[in-house]
């Protein structure tokens, strides 16, 4: 079936240190995007990648779409305190019958340490 | 800012009872969506929805599962006979276009006992 892989499922940050996660699909993707979620809140847009090789940054945030556009990562530079949260991929699969649905990834939870 | 608005906030019902969560899109939204949480884990799509029809459906959204928009505000998915394992965090999204960006509501929790 049409499914988004996403690792780690859980990083512990140190303040300070860099991190990245990943995101992987079987088939191709339209588009790709990120969401966060902070304990006991709701999923929270970050960014849409379109473009194969796409590359956004948002502050200390980089995100990527693969050449294939079949993965993307999120890189963290300087965690903060304020990063911690579940961080989600979710990507549109391309189907000729529909719009599609935005299918998520199972999330990345980080836990920063002061 | 335009959000959207679900309502309650948290349900409790008894095994084999129906529900109906309620849902605000945002008001020139026209696709709309229904995702499942279960506590700590990933968000599952159930079904999406436009221009007055399902879209596209998961495994998860069986016989038991409705949705429908009876007017041009609200947004409705119900259960009608609740199992345990209905128990999670229902969340309704909104989008402008086809594959934009989602907003989510808060979401509902439903405690099925």
């Known amino acids: 079936g049409q499914q988004v892989m996403q690792i780690p499922q859980y990083q512990h940050v140190q303040e300070g240190e860099d991190f990245t996660t990943y995101c992987n699909s079987s088939?191709?993707?339209?588009?790709i995007q990120w969401y966060k979620q902070r304990p006991g809140g709701h999923p929270v847009f970050l960014i849409q990648?379109?473009?194969?090789?796409e590359v956004k940054k948002q502050k200390r945030l980089t995100f990527q779409f693969g050449e294939a556009k079949k993965n993307s990562s999120l890189h963290i530079t300087a965690t903060q305190t304020t990063d911690v949260g579940t961080y989600f991929c979710?990507?549109?699969?391309?189907?000729?019958?529909?719009?599609?649905?935005?299918?998520f990834g199972a999330g990345t939870q980080v836990v920063v340490t002061p | 800012e335009p959000e959207v608005t679900q309502t309650p906030s948290h349900q409790v019902t008894q095994m084999g009872q129906e529900v109906i969560l309620r849902c605000v899109p945002i008001s020139n939204h026209l696709y709309f969506y229904w995702y499942r949480q279960i506590l700590g884990q990933k968000v599952e799509f159930l079904v999406s929805f436009y221009n007055n029809e399902i879209s596209e459906k998961s495994e998860i959204f069986d016989d038991q599962f409705s949705v429908e928009r009876p007017d041009g505000s609200n947004f409705t998915l119900k259960i009608r006979s609740t199992k345990l394992e209905d128990s999670a965090m229902y969340f309704c999204a909104s989008s402008i276009r086809g594959q934009s960006e989602a907003f989510f509501g808060q979401g509902t929790r439903l405690t099925v006992v």
């Open positions: 979710a990507g549109f699969f391309m189907t000729t019958d529909s719009w599609g649905k935005l299918q």
């Open positions: 990648l379109v473009k194969s090789g």
């Open positions: 088939t191709t993707l339209s588009n």
